[in-house]
């Protein structure tokens, strides 16, 4: 029986991967031979809404001193935090008498911008060579698991914050109650909690399942976070769209009845429900939809390979390591994988064992085919890559669809 996270409703999975490696432990030829891996499988709870990984390695396999994704690897992403944290500036009026503390502040590309404008904060990341990037750039960090005793230890030796923030972080943590406790106490009477994550819509609207892998234990909607504040004594107020990673989205938590609850909120509710996504049946063709993909891209990839065509892959993502295994992509079918991650290259990707090499080699490989691991980013790497790809070299997309551009 599956017990929910949230509420301990037993609920059924609707999709299986079968076994898959830690999406961030790219493999030496030492540890080629000894890989964990872990039954992925997926399940949705009608009780509460809440879309979740059956089972999750424990999180000290994959957050620690060796953790292998660096935020700012992407510029967009940059920009991108930028603009959240001066959003929350104006928000709550934010200025040097000011508290911010975010949940997996990862190498600073967020608090980074607080600390340029003169505003307290304090980063909570328990992967430590990460961290290390942050401090470098002038922010404090503590190296430690966010959950309720540490909010508690905060408080004692900080103070009480204006904004919790998280990105990309809420998604990661199986104990949602530990951190829904956390942030009830660590906020003030007037603070305000905004995360955001990948957007439970757009995976299922998409069919984009390779946001489905270790790290990410919970796939988010308004009506699952709506749910959860609740059982808190907290109220969703504010919810918007992102574009970033393939389709997120922010929601804004306040004490309950403490804001004026934004008719975002209610109007995303509506179209969830008309969605379906509080009803089983809305993840029944998930499953088919991942096979066709799979099927449309081992016979591309087969087809080319049998024409003799050169095809790697650009970005080693976390995202991949599901595609790969579920798949079978081996080295035979992508030979290499380029990425600027320094911790990742000359390494070889989970499971499937494909080589990551230095994206300065990328230039001087002459590929036929680029499979874009790293789909989410398509518009700065494209970008980036215009002229060196117009020279008549494809890029192959998969996500909503098997396409070759
Ligand atoms: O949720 C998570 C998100 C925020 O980041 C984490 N669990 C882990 C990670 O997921 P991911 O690995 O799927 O993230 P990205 O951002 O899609 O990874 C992009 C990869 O591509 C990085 O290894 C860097 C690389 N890259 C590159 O080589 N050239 C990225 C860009 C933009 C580039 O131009
Ligand atoms: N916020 C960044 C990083 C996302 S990667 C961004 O959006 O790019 C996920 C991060 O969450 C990792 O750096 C990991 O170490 C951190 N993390 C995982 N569990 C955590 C917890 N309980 N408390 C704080 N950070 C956590």
Redesign the pocket.
């Known amino acids: 029986m599956n017990q929910c996270l949230i509420c301990e409703s037993e609920y059924q999975s609707f999709v299986d991967f079968g076994d898959m490696p830690i999406?961030?432990a790219f493999a030496t030829k030492e540890t080629l031979n000894d890989e964990y891996t872990f039954p992925m499988k997926v399940g949705f709870c009608e009780n509460c809404n809440m879309v979740q990984l059956v089972e999750q390695p424990d999180r000290e396999r994959m957050f620690h001193e060796n953790y292998?994704?660096f935020?700012s690897?992407?510029?967009?992403?940059k920009d991108h935090f930028k603009r959240f944290a001066n959003s929350v500036s104006k928000l709550q009026g934010l200025d040097k008498n000011s508290f911010v503390v975010e949940v997996g502040s990862n190498d600073g590309i967020m608090l980074q911008n607080f600390v340029t404008d003169n505003i307290p904060c304090l980063g909570v990341e328990p992967s430590k060579n990460v961290a290390e990037v942050a401090r470098k750039k002038g922010v404090e960090v503590i190296t430690e698991f966010f959950d309720q005793p540490l909010a508690e230890n905060i408080i004692a030796t900080h103070k009480k914050a204006d904004a919790i923030l998280s990105?990309?972080v809420m998604?990661?943590i199986p104990y949602m109650h530990s951190i829904y406790d956390g942030v009830k106490v660590l906020l003030k009477n007037d603070g305000v909690f905004i995360f955001e994550d990948?957007y439970l819509g757009e995976v299922i609207e998409k069919t984009s399942f390779d946001q489905i892998?270790d790290?990410?234990v919970f796939l988010f909607s308004a009506l699952s976070i709506s749910h959860l504040a609740n059982m808190h004594d907290l109220e969703l107020i504010d919810v918007e769209y992102q574009i970033t990673?393939g389709g997120s989205m922010r929601y804004t938590i306040a004490h309950k009845g403490a804001k004026k609850v934004s008719e975002n909120v209610t109007n995303l509710i509506k179209r969830e429900k008309k969605l379906g996504l509080d009803r089983a049946k809305a993840y029944s063709s998930f499953s088919d939809n991942v096979d066709q993909i799979k099927d449309d891209l081992i016979k591309l990839l087969k087809t080319l390979k049998n024409e003799e065509k050169k095809v790697v892959a650009?970005?080693?993502?976390?995202?991949?390591t599901t595609v790969t295994n579920y798949f079978g992509i081996t080295p035979d079918l992508v030979e290499c994988i380029?990425?600027?991650?320094p911790i990742?290259q000359n390494k070889f990707s989970p499971g499937m064992h494909i080589p990551v090499l230095p994206?300065e080699q990328f230039h001087e490989s002459d590929p036929d085919y680029v499979l874009l691991?790293?789909w989410?980013?398509a518009v700065?790497?494209m970008k980036?890559e215009e002229s060196y790809m117009s020279n008549g070299k494809h890029w192959i997309t998969y996500i909503p669809k098997v396409e070759i551009d």
Do not use: Q, V
Not at 314 to 320: F, P, Q, V
């Open positions: 999406a961030n292998a994704f935020s690897t992407s510029n967009y992403m990105a990309n998604c990661h990948p892998y790290e990410h990673h650009y970005g080693a993502t976390s995202k991949s380029y990425d600027t991650t990742k994206y691991f790293a989410n980013h700065e790497i980036k």
